[in-house]
């Protein structure tokens, strides 16, 4: 994607930038021609002339044109934008699979398999879309992980290397020196002794509003799966072969969370991140939602803005939390999922961490008659199915394919693509909460017209039923 030419967004970046918008964070950043450095809207430096920036949507698009990243706003820093993605679904999958590290362990023609796409489609794709390619785009999201790094934690630089997806220091440096202008050692920040668990920002643009995540997520929290405080989220994960935990602090009045990070393996850590992200929809471009939905509900209900979707770790958890859900109430449906991690979880014994058990893996639900779970047999026959299709599935978070398990319907589906595969726009047609809550506001509602985002409009719903 090209440098930004439309003279009425330039002139509302223009404003947002001179105020330091928080809310345009991410959505597009700036390049000052007169010190070859691209900056976010929020950066505190000097504001330059207009005569010498330059807008570009992303920041892979300002270091193709030549710019470096800011040492003191950082860029790596910045949300996620959605802006740019618009609906193209396998552009959105190629980055999603990139930035989990697709590249790292295998080939553009290996990413093109799993998308159903051609290489020289994906290749196109991404000229069009960012002005690069796929794998220039998977280098430069290595380079800014590892800035990341360099400036937050006191891991070593070699552990960095790596963790970035690096297979050795010296190509670490060759990157580093190609891509964002300067070596690690340039970039390397004063730090306090290393720990054993790293702390991350991961930012987001305002509002926010923690206490319904927060309230949302203790009244399903899992007792030795997740710790939840007022000021506070944690829980313990298992990612792949490596096993950790992590717990987020929300900073409100800085527009970010800071993210204790304990993983057995480093390597993963960026991967980690990224599902906390998720988990937090911390890139939610929350104005734009706002604005739709607040303009739909002002007449029906008290809308409350910064409302994000509080994610699940994995697909399989959602999909075995939702099984579980079927048909009762949110509190019977919280004691069977404890059940189940109680029998089935495996202990978590980590230093500094309260939780105590894993949520369990499909082999352990395959493997057990689930006799201490107080329902249905039937509904105990759905967990075995979708435990085996984990197990035998090349690609089991395919939620469509779903379809084919006895038991799992369109709830099933639509709660599972609502809270663990960041689809922004699903109505979860025969709810009961949202039944309550659409029978008690003083208007009707046409779900239809809140598309592309009836996720969050469904969240809005029943927040009203705790109120």
């Known amino acids: 994607m090209s440098q930004i030419q439309d003279t009425a967004t330039q002139a509302r970046y223009a404003i947002a930038r001179r105020a330091r918008d928080a809310r345009f964070d991410g959505e597009f950043f700036i390049a000052v021609k007169t010190t070859g450095i691209y900056c976010r809207p929020i950066c505190p430096a000097t504001p330059p002339l207009e005569r010498n920036v330059r807008y570009y949507a992303t920041a ?13 706003c950082r860029p790596d820093s910045a949300p996620h934008s959605f802006a740019w993605i618009g609906t193209d ?15 790292q362990d295998g080939s553009i023609s290996d990413l093109a398999a799993r998308l159903g796409v051609s290489d020289r489609y994906l290749r196109q794709l991404f000229s069009d879309k960012l002005g690069t390619s796929p794998k220039r785009y998977a280098i430069y ?18 552990d960095i290397a790596f963790a970035a997806g690096f297979r050795s220091v010296r190509r670490f440096n060759e990157a580093m020196r190609a891509e964002l ?3 690690p050692s340039k970039i390397r920040q004063p730090n306090a002794k290393s720990r054993s668990v790293v ?37 313990s994960f298992q990612l792949g072969s490596t096993r950790g935990y992590f717990c987020v602090r929300p900073q409100l009045e800085k527009h970010y969370f800071d993210v204790d990070i304990h993983v057995e393996d480093t390597r993963q850590l960026n991967k980690v991140l990224q599902h906390v992200r998720v988990m937090l929809d911390a890139d939610a471009p929350i ?3 706002d604005q739709h939905l607040s303009t739909l509900l002002a007449e029906s209900l008290r809308y409350q803005p910064g409302l994000r979707i509080p994610g ?36 978590a014994e980590f230093t500094g961490f309260s939780g105590q058990r894993f949520f369990p893996t499909p082999e352990s639900v395959l493997d057990s008659d689930l006799a201490f779970l107080r329902m249905p047999g039937s509904r105990k026959a759905t967990l075995h199915a979708l435990a085996q299709h984990y197990l035998e599935s090349q690609n089991p978070d395919d939620v469509d394919a779903w379809q084919a398990i006895k038991g799992i319907g369109p709830w099933t589906l639509n709660y599972v693509r609502l809270r663990a595969c960041r689809n922004p726009d699903v109505w979860l047609e025969g709810d009961a909460g949202l039944r309550n809550a659409l029978a008690a506001i003083k208007a009707p509602i046409d779900p239809d017209f809140a598309r592309p985002w009836r996720s969050y409009l469904t969240f809005q719903l029943w927040r009203q039923l705790t109120d």
């Open 141 to 158: 999201q290595q380079c800014l992980f590892a800035k990341k790094l360099l400036h937050e934690t006191s891991l070593p630089v070699t």
């Open 89 to 103: 679904t396998s552009f959105h999958r190629a980055l999603r699979l990139i930035n989990d590290g697709a590249l």
């Open 312 to 347: 699940i770790w994995s697909v399989f958890e959602a999909g075995v939390r939702a099984v579980l859900g079927q048909q009762v109430s949110v509190s019977a449906a919280h004691k069977l999922v404890t059940s189940l991690v109680h029998a089935l979880g495996e202990p």
């Open 181 to 183: 202008g300067m070596p």
């Open 60 to 72: 892979i698009s300002a270091a193709e044109a030549g710019f470096r990243p800011c040492l003191r």
């Open 287 to 289: 104005t734009d939602i």
């Open 199 to 235: 702390t991350l920002k991961v930012h987001y643009r305002p509002p926010y509003d923690w206490s319904a995540l927060q309230q949302f997520l203790a009244l399903r929290a899992i007792d030795g799966l997740e710790v939840v405080t007022e000021s506070s989220y944690g829980r």
